[in-house]
Each structure stands twice: as structure tokens, then as C-alpha cells.
């Protein structure tokens, strides 16, 4: 069973428009949280990190959230562009085991005009 | 600053052939990492390295083999390749370690398995 659940799988949206996506976990004891945008073709990119004591941080358009009580992170876009299309991959943090990193299998988020 | 390169983008293999994808960063990062990413399936740790010397196997090592050298350079080697080896292979490198520190990606290597 998969320690990171995203969703939605993938979404399409009008350009302008803002988005929400959504990332759970069970990976524990937490140690943090990244959201990578991967585009077609590329390897992904860090957006952001949320620690245990952080609950939101932006980076331009994109704002992250974490409840490390309810172990939810979200990822909002504001006001999409073209560019925004692509993968958005949550990758959560544990402190032990030689494979510390779980993946989400990402949102795939398509921009249209 | 190239960052991460591999080598090749694309490659074909017929099942039973071996190949080498090659890695190099130029960030004198001491941690470095190979990934492979299947369809709808989140990226799984293959090998990784904590520096010159030193390897160790991840979450999928079966059928691959590392090398690290150089700090620099960190080769992935399968052999006898196999249609299940059909992947998109990420190579990866961090400075303080992937618990702390952002990982930076290659553009990837698409490898096909007939």
C-alpha cells in the first residue's frame, strides 16, 4: 500500500483559474514534505518543503499547507498559467530505514486556454 | 552549471543486452541517487550513493548495479536487460542527503526492453 495518496489523478482547467490538489500520508515518524512539479519529458523540480511546524508557505503562485495532525498537505495554484501544466509529485520524509522518501504518483494538471 | 546530466535520453535494448546510463553532476554534491519511473507509479529508489566508494541498494535493486568513483560521476549499469526494466530512469543528486536536502534531477533516460 502506497504511504502517499494524491489526488485528484489529474485535472483540467480553464486558464486564469485556481486549483487545489491533495496529498495524505501514513509515513511516520514524519520528518517533512516537498511538492516537485515535473514537467512532460523532465525530471522534477522542487517547489517547496513543509516542515512539522510550518502550516503554509507560498512560493509565487503556488501555496502549500500541511496538517501534520490529520497527515494532509495540499498544493493551491493561484491564477493557472499555460506553464502550470504538468505533474505535481508529493514526497513525504520518514527518519528511519535506508529508503526515507515516499512518492505520490502526482496530479497531473493540464492548463487550457 | 550543467547540474545533472545523463546519458542517453532514449535507448532501445533487445531482451539479454546490457547498457550503461551515465550520470554526472557538476554541484560537487556528495549524495547521488538512481530512480525509475513507471507509468501512473510514483518514482522507486533503485541505488544511491553517499559519496565516493560508497553504494547501497534501495526499495528495486534487482538486475542493476552502481558505481561511484568519482564523486562526480555515479553509472548504472543492467545487465541482461528485461522487458520489466521498461522504464524512465531518473538519476538525482542532493547535498545534505534526500532526509534534508532537495534532490535535483536529470531530464531522465527513456529505455525501451523488446
Known amino acids: 500500500k502506497n504511504q502517499v495518496e494524491q489526488s485528484p489523478q489529474s485535472l483540467i482547467i480553464l486558464e486564469g483559474k485556481n486549483c487545489t490538489l491533495q496529498?495524505?500520508?501514513?509515513?511516520?515518524?514524519?520528518?517533512?514534505l516537498r511538492w516537485y512539479k515535473q514537467d512532460t519529458g523532465r525530471g522534477p523540480v522542487s517547489l517547496t518543503i513543509?516542515?512539522?511546524?510550518?502550516n503554509t508557505k507560498s512560493n509565487g503562485r503556488y501555496t502549500a499547507t500541511l496538517d501534520a495532525d490529520t497527515k494532509q498537505s495540499s498544493l493551491h495554484i493561484t491564477a493557472s498559467q499555460l506553464s502550470d501544466s504538468a505533474s505535481y509529485i508529493c514526497?513525504?520524509?520518514?527518519?528511519?530505514?535506508?529508503?526515507?522518501?515516499?512518492f505520490g504518483k502526482g496530479n497531473q494538471v493540464v492548463v487550457i486556454p | 552549471n550543467a547540474g545533472v546530466t545523463q546519458t542517453p535520453k532514449f535507448r532501445i535494448l533487445k531482451i539479454g543486452q546490457s547498457m550503461t546510463l551515465q550520470c554526472t553532476q557538476d554541484?560537487?554534491?556528495?549524495?547521488m541517487y538512481w530512480y525509475r519511473q513507471d507509468p501512473g507509479m510514483g518514482l522507486k529508489l533503485i541505488y544511491y550513493?553517499?559519496?565516493?566508494?560508497?553504494?547501497d541498494k534501495g526499495e528495486v535493486p534487482n538486475g542493476y548495479n552502481v558505481s561511484r568513483s568519482t564523486t562526480e560521476d555515479f553509472p548504472l549499469r543492467l545487465e541482461l536487460a528485461a522487458p520489466s526494466q521498461t522504464s524512465v530512469y531518473f538519476c538525482?543528486?542532493?547535498?545534505?542527503?534526500?532526509?534534508?536536502?532537495?534532490?535535483?534531477f536529470g531530464e531522465g533516460s527513456r529505455l525501451t526492453v523488446l
Open positions: 538525482a543528486s542532493s547535498y545534505q542527503g534526500e532526509d534534508i536536502g532537495e534532490l535535483f
Open positions: 496529498c495524505n500520508y501514513t509515513v511516520s515518524p514524519f520528518s517533512n
Open positions: 513543509m516542515t512539522f511546524s510550518e
Open positions: 514526497v513525504v520524509r520518514t527518519f528511519y530505514g535506508n529508503n526515507r522518501l515516499a
Open positions: 554541484m560537487n554534491h556528495n549524495y
Open positions: 550513493s553517499v559519496g565516493a566508494g560508497i553504494t
